[in-house]
Nanobody, 121 residues
Framework: QVQLVESGGGLVQTGGSLRLSCAAS????????MGWFRQAPGKEREFVAA????????YYDSSVKGRFTISRDNAKNTLYLQMNSPKPEDTAVYYC??????????????WGQGTQVTVSS
């Protein structure tokens, strides 16, 4: 089992940058595929990005590809999401999740509580 705690959310202007972190408890963080999801008001939760436990493979939704970068530090049990050039439509609560499988199609079992990101124009 793993517990996930997100941080780093806040208010950012269009064209700025923000880095989200997800701290994981437990000694098995390095064995999970990790993902970022988001949920905007009135919308369903959607996939943002994922990274395989091996760090070799990453996968992004087309809406963020080229602007966001997912990374992980297995030694620190931490997942990151670097958000560059955010847009107002990126405003949402961002969640990290831990699961199994390839970055492009993992099944997620554990979820964090979320961190709010608001992008102003």
């Amino acid at each position: 089992q793993v517990q996930l705690v997100e941080s780093g959310g806040g208010l950012v202007q269009t064209g700025g940058s923000l880095r989200l972190s997800c701290a994981a408890s437990g000694r098995t963080f390095s064995s999970y595929t990790m993902g970022w999801f988001r949920q905007a008001p009135g919308k369903e939760r959607e996939f943002v990005a994922a990274i395989h436990w091996s760090v070799v493979n990453t996968y992004y939704d087309s809406s963020v590809k080229g602007r966001f970068t997912i990374s992980r530090d297995n030694a620190k049990n931490t997942l990151y999401l670097q958000m560059n050039s955010p847009k107002p439509e990126d405003t949402a609560v961002y969640y990290c999740a831990a699961g199994y499988g390839p970055a492009a199609g993992a099944e997620y079992k554990y979820w964090g509580q979320g961190t709010q990101v608001t992008v102003s124009s």
